[in-house]
T-cell receptor
Framework: AQSVTQLDSQVPVFEEAPVELRCNYS??????LFWYVQYPNQGLQLLLK??????LVKGINGFEAEFNKSQTSFHLRKPSVHISDTAEYFC????????????FGKGTSLLVTP | DSGVTQTPKHLITATGQRVTLRCSPR?????VYWYQQSLDQGLQFLIQ???????AKGNILERFSAQQFPDLHSELNLSSLELGDSALYFC?????????????FGPGTRLLVL
């Protein structure tokens, strides 16, 4: 079985400040890891994904994430956020041994204020 | 624009009724996924089709069914609707349904059951 835990349901931050959104996963097999973003009244858009190789993954809009196998974590970071980053962020996994669907965390609501 | 289209955008119906949600995947994508997003359950995988065949099932109720047609569009049928079925229903597509592939999400269909 696998599950994804997003440790913060809401993260308020001031514009131009750094932010980290935390994600932990549990799985008995290797996983692929994803971060998706959902802007208000829109569908989900891929920010970045980890498949293998370098544990630091860079994505769109200045976001990056680090895969840590020993801590089973995949935290998302941005050094300086903008108002436009206000959105819901979802961490998700798929299993490596079959083409299965995304298993999502509960989401973290990022609110960026001036 | 992800290239995935969903119709209708909004649907309001009554308990006990039946509705059909439609999804057209990105051009060339063979795999279609359906997800349900609700406040209490979060984002949950319902069902996956690959090239017309059912590939994986998630937390899909027996009252719900889906199919993928030869032109690769997919329909999700929801019957004997209950208040608790009110949710946002997303369709996503990927090239071949592999666990490492990016899934591209449509804008969703918002269903309200009264």
């Amino acid at each position: 079985a696998q599950s994804v835990t997003q440790l913060d349901s809401q993260v308020p931050v001031f514009e131009e400040a750094p932010v980290e959104l935390r994600c932990n996963y549990s799985s008995s097999v290797s996983v692929y890891l994803f971060w998706y973003v959902q802007y208000p009244n829109q569908g989900l858009q891929l920010l970045l994904k980890y498949l293998s190789g370098s544990t630091l993954v860079k994505g769109i809009n200045g976001f990056e994430a680090e895969f840590n196998k020993s801590q089973t974590s995949f935290h998302l970071r941005k050094p300086s956020v903008h108002i436009s980053d206000t959105a819901e962020y979802f961490c998700a996994v798929t299993r490596s041994n079959s083409g299965y669907a995304l298993n999502f965390g509960k989401g973290t609501s990022l609110l960026v204020t001036p | 624009d992800s290239g995935v289209t969903q119709t209708p955008k909004h649907l309001i119906t009554a308990t006990g009724q039946r509705v059909t949600l439609r999804c057209s995947p990105r051009s060339g994508d063979l795999s279609v996924y359906w997800y349900q997003q609700s406040l209490d359950q979060g984002l949950q995988f319902l069902i996956q089709y690959y090239n017309g065949e059912e590939r994986a099932k998630g937390n899909i109720l027996e009252r719900f069914s889906a199919q993928q047609f030869p032109d690769l569009h997919s329909e999700l049928n929801l019957s004997s609707l209950e208040l608790g079925d009110s949710a946002l229903y997303f369709c996503a597509s990927s090239a071949a349904g592999g666990g490492q592939e990016t899934q591209y999400f449509g804008p969703g269909t918002r269903l309200l059951v009264l």
